[in-house]
């Protein structure tokens, strides 16, 4: 199983970016697909989550911010996040669990910083 993230990068506040993260080594439309990120000196921390069916659940501090989505013939699942504010600064993760671990991208560090 191989989960490639991308996307990140520097962003004003207010500012946008879609991180998004490609899925091998797996059936992809069965799995349901996560972000987490970790801000340094942090835990790791649940972003969004997102079924195979599409139900959608959110970190209460993305809310309103923050859309995840997927789409399975692309093996992808994406992060769209809109008026990003400092505190969003962390390295960015994705996550599959494939019986009997999880598995986890090699992060994508998003920094919000004028």
């Known amino acids: 199983v191989q989960l490639q993230a991308s996307g990140g990068g520097l962003v004003q506040p207010g500012g946008s970016l879609r991180l998004s993260c490609k899925a091998s080594?797996?059936?992809?439309?069965?799995?349901?697909m996560t972000w987490y990120r970790q801000a340094p000196g942090k835990q790791r921390e649940l972003v969004a989550a997102?079924?195979?069916?599409?139900?959608?659940n959110y970190a209460d501090s993305v809310k309103g911010r923050f859309t995840i989505s997927r789409d399975n013939a692309r093996r992808t699942v994406y992060l769209q996040m809109n008026s990003l504010n400092p505190e969003d600064t962390a390295v960015y993760y994705c996550?599959?669990?494939?019986?009997?671990?999880?598995?986890w991208g090699q992060g994508t560090l998003v920094t919000v910083s004028s």
């Open positions: 997102i079924t195979s069916s599409g139900t959608t």
């Open positions: 080594g797996i059936v992809f439309s069965i799995n349901a």
């Open positions: 996550k599959v669990y494939k019986y009997p671990r999880e598995y």
